[in-house]
């Protein structure tokens, strides 16, 4: 049976990882992934074939995963968080496009989401995603950085909370200080900024600061860092963007939130 | 002992259902939440004390949620999708914030992420979210319109792809198609569009569309739309949104794609 399932196991630890994405794990013969991956599966992938590929080599794994499917197996292509989120779910697909093989082209493919490290970073501190946001990578690599810039003008104007993945590197020193001055022109200093580096693994740690603070030296390549809009507020140890109640309460409490 | 579960069940089938919402479920005495969600729960609750609000009476339900904590119970207040994600967990702590009770003060809250609907939807049609992408409510019951049509164009000047919520209602029966508009200044009348109705629920119903055939007759209240960017392409029955891996192939594939 030529299949390939992608498959989001979560965050890390297996509380958050959906019954799905198990059923996959257990249907499939052959993993593949990235071994730290692997090794948050524990015993549920006792047995099986494992495929275990450097974390950098992204698009190595996307090709042994269709390779192997395409030749037979079952395979499980084993992504962290929700795999269709930066993750691998797109460069299966981009090879299928781009490098078309005739043994790819009967595999069935199913791609099981998950909860991303976005998701679990927000539970933690409250609800600071509640309102529009967006999500924008700072990695220059792959995109450049005038398109970058210009997302984060985007989401400045349009006062969306902004999540940052890849927000530094060893050589990508200043595009998020770069990015906190334009987010500057369009809302205050003292915005909730999180930051949250291994969630929902053992080394967890989130904290709460204001986008003044957002420095360079506060981050690494392995932190999330979420800004809030112009009405993200605290209260206690929580953060959270309304979705306008406040006025709503004024207008009168029955008529409820939904559209 | 005063415990509130903010807890994202999913977007609607139990696969999708994490064990941690599970836990939460298990250690509650008694669930709030709409009625609807509380049915997707099947046997999980039984024997629970349920407390059903209709859709529209959100601020009702974390009321009640909290007041029943306040009051010395294990509370779950129930969420489709994810909580943080235009849904409950938002109003819980707007309610902290604005109205604060002493009762609630030593409420152990805690909230436990789901599935959302974006990723169900997103995951049956391939990775149409895989670069930066962007959600904006339709709804101008909370948001003045002028606010959401900067959001939408913030969207398009940043080329984000655009996941709008509540596209449509009773009485919005235009913004769809001006948010449409405003998109269509930035990316051409064949971008990706892809509508989900019902997505993991019995009715489920995906389509893949044109931008340019985007019209407020294909879509009702319980439709998510998805706008790819430019870039976003088909490939069979996908649809996915590349990271950048073509010019990558060309710049040489062994440096792979992680930052």
């Avoid at 509380?15 to 499939?28: C, F, I, M, N, V």
């Avoid at 030296?217 to 929580?238: A, C, P, S, Y």
Wanted: hydrophobic fraction near 40%; charged fraction near 25%.
């Amino acid at each position: 049976m030529k299949r390939l399932f992608i498959v989001g196991v979560g965050p890390g630890g297996h509380e958050h990882r959906t019954p799905a994405a198990d059923q996959a794990l257990d249907a499939a013969s052959e993993l593949v992934g990235y071994g730290l991956y692997l090794e948050l599966l524990g015993t549920r992938i006792a047995g099986k074939q494992c495929h275990r590929l450097p974390l950098g080599d992204e698009i190595a794994r996307a090709r042994v995963a269709l390779g192997r499917a395409g030749s037979g197996r079952s395979v499980a292509l084993v992504s962290s968080g929700d795999p269709g989120i930066y993750a691998m779910a797109t460069l299966v697909f981009e090879l299928m496009d781009r490098e078309p093989r005739p043994e790819w082209a009967d595999v069935e493919v199913e791609v099981i989401p998950g909860v991303s490290a976005l998701q679990a970073t927000a539970a933690l501190v409250g609800a600071p995603i509640a309102h529009d946001f967006c999500t924008i990578s700072l990695s220059d690599l792959l995109t450049p950085w005038e398109t970058i810039e210009a997302r984060v003008r985007g989401a400045g104007i349009g006062d969306f909370v902004v999540a940052f993945f890849n927000p530094v590197s060893r050589r990508r020193t200043w595009q998020l200080e770069r990015a906190r001055d334009v987010l500057l022109e369009y809302r205050p200093n003292t915005t909730a900024v999180i930051l949250g580096r291994n969630v929902s693994r053992p080394q967890q740690k989130v904290e709460v600061i204001e986008l003044g603070q957002l420095t360079n030296d506060r981050v690494d390549m392995l932190t999330l860092v979420i800004v809030g809009n112009r009405e993200t507020r605290r209260v206690g140890r929580w953060v959270y963007t309304p979705r306008g109640y406040a006025r709503r309460l004024e207008q009168g409490a029955g008529e409820g939130l939904a559209s």
